[in-house]
């Protein structure tokens, strides 16, 4: 299944609005229409843009090999640098997403250049109920070896107002405990700065 082909279905913008979202910033339209959604998530690049949307929505990793089939929760899919729970003998032939209808979602991706790989990028997906924020699922992309779920901010944003000081103060401590690389795109310091700014964006966004 192509990126394309995950991300245009108004089925996945219905029940998987993050999924949508996270897709179409891939690359270009050339890659899009030629890469596959299942090979991104098995080759398991932390600044893919991919893994940490399938963190933030609880998905399901079905795994085939000589032994059957299994399983596998996305919290227990990446492992390590490109490294996923697919054996030497196994293939990923299924990605189940739970519905998390009527959520805003957004994608906030941090590049130098167009179509450039994350350096730094949040997913987060909200449910708003009287302008207040009732459920939060929030990841991190590439600020460790694998996508990072963000449980602390996403319980600290239950029940915060839908105003942006109240968000940030909510995310301020995102990256707490998160041990990014420094290279020529920045150090570790900086982009803990910017997963924290690029938290307020995405939640304030998908809250609307």
Do not use: C
């Amino acid at each position: 299944t192509s990126h394309d082909g995950v991300g245009r279905p108004s089925v996945v913008a219905q029940h998987a609005l993050l999924r949508s979202k996270a897709v179409q910033t891939v690359a270009d339209p050339l890659v899009r229409h030629r890469g596959t959604f299942g090979g991104a998530l098995a080759h398991a690049d932390p600044a893919g843009d991919l893994l940490a949307p399938a963190l933030a929505l609880d998905a399901s990793f079905v795994i085939v090999g000589p032994s059957g089939s299994r399983t596998v929760a996305a919290a227990n899919f990446f492992q390590d640098l490109f490294t996923t729970a697919i054996g030497e003998d196994e293939i990923l032939t299924e990605v189940r997403v739970p519905k998390h209808t009527g959520w805003g979602a957004h994608y906030e991706k941090f590049t130098r250049i167009a179509q450039q790989w994350s350096i730094v990028a949040v997913a987060a997906t909200v449910r708003v109920e009287g302008g207040a924020i009732a459920q939060a699922r929030l990841a991190l992309t590439n600020m460790g070896s694998v996508p990072i779920r963000a449980t602390a901010t996403e319980q600290a944003l239950l029940g915060v107002a839908v105003d942006a000081s109240a968000i940030a103060a909510a995310v301020a401590e995102i990256a707490e405990g998160t041990r990014p690389p420094s290279d020529l795109n920045g150090d570790s310091d900086y982009r803990r700065h910017l997963a924290s700014v690029l938290a307020r964006r995405a939640v304030l966004a998908a809250a609307g």
